[in-house]
């Protein structure tokens, strides 16, 4: 009795040797922002907190280009990039940002979408994804330690994600398989104010018509319409749906995102069916519903512009049909009124399309003209480009205008 009386006070003894030297051992210093950067690759901390600091600050480092689109209550910076992320190629960088101070960032890693452009089969793209997600969640873990998971996004969304902290940053995985790899980079607090469960909803009683810009050439359009370049990828519809969640003032969704819930196909192809079916419960998450309001008339058209609602329109964009874009985009600000109604009048109309299938807003029109402002989702020099009615009939799907309000 005497022996194991002994032995338990030496292991306790042990034990409290080993908490008082726990004790004197210092914290580890948070890294500094060389190190970090050391450890993502790529300069994309200042000295000044993330937190700070203006999105042109990060954009200056980054070496990167971005126009500020609107987001929710605040703005989004996007910009390509092509470069090692923590040890992953990255396709795309977004900056979020209220007040003129960053709130989020997001870098898009591989997905399906960009992935595909290299012809390579559904299955590589999934092991791609699997081994890239397993080397940035070791590399996370050897320089921060052990992750655990917190709730992101909200609605149907929403999501379990693996978080590492590092001082005043939160570092996720938002990882969906065989889809996409998107590392987040967000303020712990942000994580913690947001109600469980609770959505995003629209300014619906805002009066979306004071959008809407009237030209003394008699065109008609809403201004302010945020840009989301798919680019590459055959991303139109997930593209598109994500410009009409942000113009109502839905931050937190993404294409990549959408075309997982549209079960849209590897670089591209997403069948309509699919996103009305899907559309339902996602917009309702957002106080938002879809509407069908018939084929391709100008009646439509004009009425909803004039509301500020964008009308997302079904067609065929083939190349006869996008050398017809650029030349408006090209020759139309160039020409007077009189020229330009000159210049459409000697057009040859299109030929009958059913190649390129395709999803763009219509966000103007033109009385006079005789034409209609068509929005793509492939980055500024498209976001606003004019077509005859006469042409677009010619390439239209046959299938029903839609557009997305808020529910009442």
């Known amino acids: 009795m005497k022996r194991l009386f002994v032995i338990f006070c030496c292991a306790a003894a042990a034990v409290l040797h080993a908490a008082d030297q726990a004790a004197e051992k210092p914290a580890a210093a948070t890294p500094t922002a060389a190190e970090l950067n050391k450890i993502a690759g790529t300069p994309l901390f200042g000295e000044t907190e993330l937190w700070q600091e203006r999105p042109s600050s990060v954009t200056w480092r980054l070496n990167v280009n971005c126009r500020a689109e609107k987001s929710g209550k605040g703005q989004m910076f996007a910009a390509p990039l092509h470069r090692q992320f923590f040890g992953c190629p990255a396709a795309e960088l977004r900056i979020f940002a209220v007040d003129s101070k960053v709130t989020r960032i997001d870098v898009f890693l591989v997905n399906k979408g960009d992935s595909a452009l290299d012809s390579r089969r559904r299955g590589d793209i999934k092991s791609e994804l699997r081994r890239n997600r ?133 670089g591209g192809n997403t069948r309509a069916d699919r996103m009305f079916h899907g559309s339902r419960q996602l917009l309702g998450d957002y106080g938002l519903r879809l509407r069908e309001v018939g084929g391709l008339k100008r009646h439509a058209v004009v009425k909803y512009v004039d509301q500020g609602i964008p009308v997302l329109w079904f067609h065929y964009s083939d190349d006869a049909f996008q050398e017809r874009i650029n030349f408006s985009l090209v020759s139309r600000k160039r020409a007077t009124p009189e020229g330009w109604k000159k210049r459409l009048a000697d057009q040859k109309r299109l030929r009958r399309s059913n190649k390129g299938a395709h999803v763009a807003l219509l966000i103007g029109y033109n009385r006079d003209t005789d034409e209609f402002a068509v929005s793509n989702s492939w980055g500024e020099r498209y976001r606003i480009a004019w077509v005859r009615f006469a042409d677009m009939e010619q390439v239209d799907a046959r299938m029903d205008l839609c557009v997305v309000v808020p529910r009442k």
């Open 134 to 266: 397993s080397g940035l969640e070791k590399l996370l873990r050897e320089n921060f330690g052990r992750s655990h998971k917190v709730s992101f996004g909200s609605g149907s969304l929403r999501r379990q994600l693996p978080m590492w902290t590092c001082g005043r940053y939160a570092f996720l995985i938002d990882w969906s398989d065989g889809e996409y790899l998107i590392f987040r980079l967000v303020p712990p607090e942000s994580l913690a104010e947001k109600r469980r469960g609770a959505a995003e909803h629209p300014e619906a009683r805002k009066n979306f018509a004071a959008n809407v810009k009237r030209s003394s050439n008699g065109d008609v359009f809403i201004d302010d319409v945020p840009m989301v370049n798919q680019g590459r990828k055959g991303y139109c519809v997930p593209a598109t749906v994500e410009r009409l969640l942000r113009y109502f003032g839905v931050s937190g969704v993404d294409m990549h995102q959408l075309a997982e819930k549209y079960r849209t196909g590897v």
